[in-house]
């Protein structure tokens, strides 16, 4: 329901390119979108000839991915491309924007390990990754990141090879790039997370002529994907120093539930210590007048989680929970712009949702749909909200008006997904109206150069939830016409669509 709101959560792509198996060495041709956002001078043409103008001009592509209804994209254009010194910047770039719903657009998301939106990647001509950026950090940073990027620089697929194969033989300036590498919420399996926060540790101590933010930032990430004794201990001493704290605090953010049940694994004292730190943190950010209003209710939303989980009863303590929703009043009371309102309204859904106050959350979800961009974004957490409440018919009237209303290729395969999957959970039985809104569903795929990158991942998921349903419901006839449906559209796709392995196995033996 209420996502996580800080920008740099919501990049969730994969950084596998050094971890897992190589990916294709080409990708389907796609239109670079024309972004609304102000000042930045957009490539024209495809992605193709984005790269190739890049060859001609010996510029690196600054390449954006988003969509136009996620509201991190809407806040990173608000907070970080209007910024006059990072427009100035991006003049050295042949910048481009990629709307994930452009034909192709999926292909390069494969291409390039990115699933999730928004996503800043930096690249040489030749394709190869010469960095990616969080949109959490500090803005000062931005510039200085993109600087780095100009210079002569090695693939961060090989700076991530040493990452993972030897730590200790990493140079200063490559450990700089790492450390502010947006690894966020990447795409790892339990394995992989640990490898990857094992390496970050090691370099944590081993790395000679970073700076002790630098450092602090490879403890936090590292906790962050799998938090161990020695990175839980370092982290809390981090939390404790507001000189190094509050210069992390976007790495910090990404830190949840798995991190805060370590600490409480701890003496009860340095979890109330710890508790007090974090709050303290937050706090200060939260109270920030530098700090933009989205990202103050983001870190407000972070210190409630913690209390919450921190707590005997599971809820935050009554006078911080009125000052919490004096905050969120007093921030959606403010004029501004559709882009700062998508960010504000999606971080006071966070602390709604924190404090366990479904009805304002319903109510302010439910207001903005007269206004939004793409009221449909918000139409699934409101079906969320009414299936926590127990009205499985309303929760999948909303589930079915956002598929409806959603427009896109693959905006409307995950809205489709998200309706589909909740008449899985809550209506099993209806076995006409799942198969009727699977066949339609999985119809959204039907043409070259879909199933990739996200639309992958989804489709994956999906047919879990579907082998499990059918074998559950002894719906073999079911699975079958849906089994059906994706073989005739996988015989029509290219023998190279790299989709075609997935289509393929969608389904394949079920019933």
């Not at 120093?241 to 539930?257: F, H, N, Y």
């Not at 150069?449 to 489709?459: M, S």
């Not at 082998?467 to 073999?476: L, V």
């Amino acid at each position: 329901m209420a996502k996580r709101i800080a920008i740099s959560s919501a990049l969730i792509f994969s950084t596998m390119i050094a971890f897992g198996p190589s990916f294709a060495q080409s990708a389907p041709a796609a239109s670079a979108g024309h972004s609304d956002a102000p000042g930045i001078d957009w490539f024209g043409g495809d992605v193709g000839a984005a790269f190739a103008a890049a060859a001609q001009s010996g510029k690196p592509v600054f390449l954006y991915w988003g969509a136009n209804w996620c509201p991190p994209c809407q806040q990173l254009k608000s907070s970080v491309f209007s910024r006059s010194d990072f427009v100035s910047k991006t003049r050295q770039f042949v910048a481009v924007y990629l709307d994930g719903d452009d034909p192709g657009a999926q292909g390069w998301g494969e291409k390039f390990h990115v699933s999730g939106y928004p996503t800043v990647v930096v690249l040489r001509a030749d394709q190869r990754e010469i960095t990616r950026i969080s949109g959490g950090i500090d803005l000062s940073l931005y510039a200085d990141l993109l600087d780095a990027a100009l210079g002569d620089v090695e693939p961060m697929s090989e700076v991530l090879a040493t990452l993972k194969q030897k730590p200790a033989s990493l140079s200063a300036a490559e450990c700089q790039r790492l450390a502010y590498y947006a690894w966020d919420v990447a795409d790892f399996s339990a394995s992989d997370k640990e490898s990857i926060a094992a390496s970050l540790a090691e370099t944590a101590d081993t790395c000679v002529g970073i700076s002790p933010v630098e450092r602090a930032r490879f403890q936090v990430i590292s906790a962050a994907l799998a938090p161990a004794p020695q990175t839980v201990a370092a982290v809390m001493r981090i939390v404790a120093d507001p000189s190094i704290s509050l210069r992390v605090e976007d790495a910090l953010q990404d830190l949840g539930a798995s991190f805060f049940a370590a600490v409480q694994t701890r003496s009860p004292s340095d979890a109330a210590t710890f508790e007090h730190d974090w709050s303290l943190v937050m706090d200060t950010v939260a109270d920030d007048a530098r700090v933009i209003d989205a990202d103050q209710l983001g870190a407000l939303g972070k210190k409630l989680e913690l209390l919450k989980q921190f707590a005997a009863d599971r809820t935050v303590p009554p006078a911080v929970a009125a000052q919490a929703r004096t905050r969120v009043s007093l921030a959606l009371a403010k004029k501004m712009d559709p882009y700062v309102r998508a960010g504000v309204v999606n971080a006071a859904s966070f602390v709604d949702d924190q404090l366990g106050d479904a009805a304002a959350e319903y109510a302010m979800l439910e207001a903005e749909l007269a206004t939004a961009s793409a009221p449909y974004y918000y139409m699934v957490d409101l079906g969320t909200i009414e299936e926590k409440r127990g009205h499985r018919g309303a929760a999948l009237a909303w589930y079915a008006r956002a598929y409806r209303e959603s427009r896109g290729i693959a905006t409307r395969f995950q809205w489709g997904c998200t309706y589909l999957q909740a008449l899985l959970r809550l209506a099993p039985r209806d076995r006409v109206r799942i198969r009727q809104v699977g066949l339609e569903v999985i119809g959204e795929l039907d043409g070259p150069d879909r199933i990739q990158a996200r639309t992958r991942r989804r489709l994956e998921k999906l047919d879990e939830s579907l082998r499990q349903w059918g074998t559950e419901q002894h719906a073999t006839t079911d699975i079958r016409a849906l089994h059906a449906r994706m073989s005739g559209m996988c015989m029509r796709l290219p023998s190279e669509d790299s989709g075609m392995a997935s289509c393929q196995r969608f389904l394949q033996g079920a019933g």
